[in-house]
């Protein structure tokens, strides 16, 4: 009985000193995360230095467990990542709204210079063919695209079946 009550006293003695020692845990620390305008994509809260990440909700809400000195960091695509390490203060009021200020660059002007080459790119070009010139000039397109290989094939294919040479034709009696 005797040594059961030494140990007994020994377990409870260790598990205080345990406790004490890493009584550091993180705290579950909630907050919103703001911006001056609404919000449409959660933001990422990471805890840098444990690795959580957590979303916000719909209002900015969030909640992520932290301890002293760890860094959160707040991110979104649309704002300026923010980090922010964590104090006493914080700590104490179990508590940290962020305010997020916007990443965008708003132009005053833009100006499109040789709109021919854009529309070319943009797969707009030669927009005065007639119907025979467009289906010969799409039959005989190798460029990168979709696919399995990663190629239009459709100028090969259309090659192969004969498909250029008609088109070619239609051209020819048209004019």
Same mark, same amino acid.
């Given at each position: 009985?005797?040594?059961?009550? $030494?140990?007994?006293?020994?377990?409870?003695?260790?598990?205080?000193?345990?406790?004490?020692?890493?009584? /550091?845990? @993180?705290?579950?620390?909630?907050?919103?995360?703001?911006? /001056?305008?609404?919000?449409?994509? *959660?933001?990422?809260?990471?805890?840098?230095?444990?690795? %959580?990440?957590?979303?916000?909700? @719909?209002?900015?809400?969030?909640? +992520? $467990? =932290? $301890?002293?000195?760890?860094?959160?960091?707040?991110?979104? +695509? %649309?704002?300026?990542?923010?980090?922010? #390490?964590?104090?006493? *203060?914080?700590?104490? @009021?179990?508590?940290?709204?962020?305010?997020?200020?916007?990443?965008?660059?708003?132009?005053?002007?833009?100006?499109?210079?040789?709109?021919?080459?854009?529309?070319?790119?943009?797969?707009?070009? $030669?927009?005065?063919?007639? *119907? =025979?010139?467009?289906?010969?000039?799409?039959?005989?397109?190798?460029? *990168?695209? %979709?696919?399995? #290989?990663?190629?239009?094939?459709?100028?090969?294919?259309? @090659?192969?079946?004969?498909?250029? /040479?008609?088109?070619?034709?239609?051209? %020819? +009696?048209?004019?």
């Amino acid at each position: 009985m005797y040594f059961y009550k $030494k140990t007994y006293e020994s377990n409870f003695f260790l598990l205080f000193v345990t406790s004490v020692c890493f009584g /550091q845990d @993180r705290k579950l620390l909630k907050g919103t995360v703001s911006t /001056q305008h609404e919000i449409t994509d *959660p933001v990422r809260v990471v805890n840098v230095t444990s690795g %959580e990440e957590v979303y916000t909700g @719909r209002k900015g809400s969030y909640q +992520i $467990k =932290a $301890k002293l000195n760890d860094v959160l960091s707040f991110s979104h +695509i %649309e704002f300026i990542e923010q980090k922010i #390490t964590i104090s006493d *203060p914080i700590l104490k @009021r179990n508590r940290l709204d962020i305010f997020l200020s916007s990443n965008m660059t708003v132009l005053k002007e833009l100006y499109i210079d040789k709109t021919d080459t854009l529309n070319a790119s943009l797969g707009f070009g $030669k927009m005065d063919m007639t *119907p =025979a010139e467009k289906s010969l000039y799409a039959s005989n397109q190798f460029s *990168p695209g %979709e696919g399995v #290989t990663g190629v239009k094939l459709d100028g090969l294919l259309n @090659r192969l079946s004969g498909r250029h /040479q008609n088109a070619e034709k239609l051209v %020819e +009696i048209r004019d």
